[in-house]
């Protein structure tokens, strides 16, 4: 299996590193025709605006909806998460080009700044019972958006708490955010839809690979690659002692 990670801009090196780890091959996509070499992509984290605007430079669009709508397995961390949306709001001026394909809606740096990233410990029941390891994984969160609504084949994964007063907002987003959100105050931070996953979190800058062994999975099972074994399963329970960032723990 060749695992496809967009190149443009962002943590796609660390994608190939955790894919190194787990005996996959991942290659760098700059141009479109390079999708044509891989059965699967990641498109990581960075400035979403700047990879849009390079993926538009490089025409590249037009190939990575024909990826998508042709079912092959496609992840989206972080930026990744917003070139995958169907909608995203808080954008700049003007707006940006977005992949589409993911029923849902995206806010785009829903919890703030560079200044409010953070780390914080996620739910993930699921993704444990697949995968084994702990029933939480500790969410890298740089810049971050989240997810304020899904539509009904959409799979939520992955949840995070919050008050609205630490989320950096306008006025008219904050009331959609509550809206979607309700009394519980939750917003969605990772999902799959089919062929697509996404995180708003970066996996990749974690020692816990159970996300690139789930997506590794994915691709197996839609028959876009022989996967012969990839597991995070071990018995020392330290493998799952992320490497500390130096962010703030998000309470």
Known sequence: ???????????????????????????????????????????????????????????????????????????????????????AIGQKTGGQELVGGLDCTVHRNFFGSQLQSFE???????????????????????????????GPGVEVLAEIPVSFDKASCSDRASQDQEESTGSGKKVIVAVRQGNLLATAFHPELTADSRWHAYFLKMASETGEGALCCVSTSVEDPSFFQQAKNDLPIFQ
């Open 1 to 87: 299996m060749v695992v496809g990670v967009l190149a443009l801009q962002g943590s796609f090196n660390e994608h190939i590193a955790a894919l190194k780890r787990l005996g996959v091959k991942g290659i760098e996509i700059r141009k479109p025709e390079q999708l044509q070499n891989v059965t699967s992509l990641i498109i990581p984290g960075g400035e979403s605006t700047t990879m849009a605007k390079l993926a538009e430079y490089h025409n590249l669009f037009p190939a990575l909806r024909e990826f998508v709508q042709m079912g092959k397995p496609v992840w989206g961390t972080c930026a990744g998460l917003i070139f995958l949306a169907d909608k």
């Open 120 to 150: 914080a410990e996620l739910s993930i029941p699921e993704m444990a019972a697949q995968e084994g390891g702990p029933p939480s994984f500790r969410g890298v969160f740089i810049r971050a958006p989240a997810i304020l609504d899904v």
